[in-house]
């Protein structure tokens, strides 16, 4: 890990993911914590995973971490529980996803002191492994929290599967949120993405990043708003994309303290990821060079709205 770059805490449970797409179906490491440790260590930052998974966590996704140079000292195993795992199936542009199993939850005190020692912290729960209350929490102690709320915006219904609430996510001192454009939806009560972002900033986060899949994204920075193209690939498997998009946004903003270009290296990366199953194609070889090629064509297209 080269000195001097940015060091990101991921918190969120690693999960067990089944996926069921189009050309088949298999099982793969999944997650916020997954996916946005691998996009942000493959631009060059210095990672560290906080996880509680069960004793049935197979250990070879592990490896995959360790061997992209994540530290995880942070992960608990569990033995009396069992990994967070979902079924995620894909129909069309539609996903249905059900809740399998949940591990416990993440205490966000225990760790806090650790984590005002880095440049940001990246919160991704899938299924409710914290709350608003330590989050708000820790705002008042780490300097730049990011918020992914996907798994405090769940619930789940008598059969496993999930559906999104409105919640109140008003918290002084949010660094960035980053939010899919059908928990936007919930949230804002619109469906047009500019009314989106605008309703979206009203929760007082300095960045704002609304990810629109196909769409590529909106990010509001202050009184500014921009739109980032998606980069035209075709889509094998979308899990992960804006997890993608939110670790790399991070990496790339941090290092470099460019809105810009940190939104054109977010949107290259989720464009790779959906290429191939799961989060494999942020193992390829040489996968951050593609990365920044992409990103400078679609740096010539970020508008500013």
């Known amino acids: 890990m080269g000195a001097g770059m940015p060091k990101i805490a991921v918190v969120g449970h690693l999960t067990i993911d089944e996926i069921e797409v189009e050309d088949g179906s298999y099982t793969s490491m999944g997650g916020v914590a997954c996916y946005a440790s691998l996009a942000a260590r493959t631009l060059g930052a210095d990672v560290k995973i906080f996880t509680r998974v069960g004793k049935d966590f197979p250990r070879d996704y592990l490896e995959v971490l360790e061997d992209a140079g994540i530290d995880l000292s942070g992960v608990i195993v569990c033995e009396n529980e069992r990994s967070t795992r979902f079924r995620l199936t894909y129909m069309g542009d539609q996903r249905r996803l059900r809740l399998l199993s949940r591990a416990g939850c993440i205490k966000l005190e225990k760790f806090a002191d650790e984590l005002q020692l880095l440049d940001a912290v990246y919160l991704g ?113 979308p899990t992960g994309a804006g997890d993608v998009f939110g670790g790399a946004f991070i990496a790339s903003y941090l290092d470099y303290q460019d809105l ?46």
């Open 125 to 237: 729960p899938v299924a409710w492994e914290m709350d608003t209350s330590s989050i708000s929490k820790l705002l008042g102690r780490v300097r730049r929290v990011a918020l992914d709320p996907q798994g405090l915006m769940r619930i789940i219904d008598e059969a496993g599967f999930i559906n999104l609430r409105r919640i109140d996510l008003e918290m002084p001192g949010l660094w960035i949120l980053r939010i899919s454009g059908e928990e936007a939806e919930v949230l804002t009560g619109s469906t047009n993405p500019i009314e989106m972002i605008s309703r979206l900033k009203r929760i007082g986060a300095e960045i704002t990043i609304l990810t629109l899949g196909r769409l590529g994204g909106l990010i509001a920075h202050d009184a500014d708003v921009i739109r980032v193209p998606c980069y035209e690939t075709h889509v094998l498997d």
């Open 260 to 305: 810009q270009w940190a939104a054109a290296m977010a949107s290259a990366m989720a464009s790779i990821v959906v290429e191939g199953p799961s989060f494999k194609p942020l193992t390829s070889p040489r996968v951050g060079d593609e990365a920044e090629r992409r990103a400078e064509k679609i740096h010539k297209h970020i508008e500013i709205l």
